[in-house]
């Protein structure tokens, strides 16, 4: 069966330093997301992209945060200086449709980042 | 913004019992999904329940959206059912899952 994959698994990193975290979404799907969980929290959505621009974005999603889909199979993550708060498990989802005819989100295993 | 709450938050069994599992949320969805999150962190998708009831094995779920609450069922748990439950629904007009405050279920041999 299809999956939604990302890598790495876990990175750490000093505070104030960019990292990247890539996604493969499942391949002949058409909507992208990133989603994070604070340790012990609830999961909470930052970003969806759909014909390679951003669809809708959440206040946690600021000017730190970008994202892109360099080719036709990755969809990444960038977060351009580090914070302490950003330490979380960042997980990548991707649907077939999207918007008012949503169907099921798969989602990847997750990246947990740990800044320092 | 639409509020999803889950109840219980925490909920302890002893292997074999059964277990139904609820979610609230505040206004009209178009979508609702069920996820698994089991010790390793990783979200396994469920159900995806926008209205109705639908099985999978030892575990059903009911939506009734004009109600505003879906409700997850598990029968005969299994240690491995351990973890933390959460739903997450679509509100009209937007393009993301807003996810509930989730159950911790423990079950012990």
């Known amino acids: 069966e299809p999956e939604v994959t990302q890598t790495p698994s876990h990175q750490v990193t000093q505070m104030g330093q960019e990292v990247i975290l890539r996604c493969v979404p499942i391949?002949?799907?058409?909507?992208f997301y990133w989603y994070r969980q604070i340790l012990g929290q609830k999961v909470e959505f930052l970003v969806s992209?759909?014909?390679?621009?951003?669809?809708?974005k959440s206040e946690i999603f600021d000017d730190q945060f970008s994202v892109e889909r360099p080719d036709g199979s990755n969809f990444t993550l960038k977060i351009r200086s580090t914070k302490l708060e950003d330490s979380a498990m960042y997980f990548c989802?991707?649907?077939?449709?999207?918007?008012?005819?949503?169907?099921?989100?798969?989602f990847g295993p997750g990246t947990r980042l740990t800044v320092l | 913004g639409i509020q999803v709450e889950q109840s219980p938050p925490d909920l302890i069994l002893q292997e074999g019992a059964n277990s139904t599992l609820r979610c609230n949320f505040s206004d009209s969805v178009n979508n609702l999904q069920w996820f698994h999150q089991n010790p390793w962190g990783q979200l396994i998708n469920l159900f995806y329940i926008p209205s109705g009831t639908k099985q999978n094995g030892r575990l059903s779920a009911t939506t009734v959206a004009t109600e505003r609450y879906s409700l997850l069922y598990i029968s005969s748990s299994q240690t491995t059912d351990s973890g933390v439950y959460f739903c997450?629904?679509?509100?009209?007009?937007?393009?993301?899952?807003?996810f509930g405050t989730g159950t911790r279920l423990q079950v012990f041999p």
């Open positions: 992209f759909y014909n390679n621009e951003i669809s809708e």
């Open positions: 989802a991707s649907t077939l449709m999207g918007g008012t005819d949503a169907d099921t989100q798969y």
């Open positions: 391949s002949n799907h058409l909507y």
């Open positions: 997450a629904v679509y509100a009209y007009n937007t393009d993301k899952l807003i």
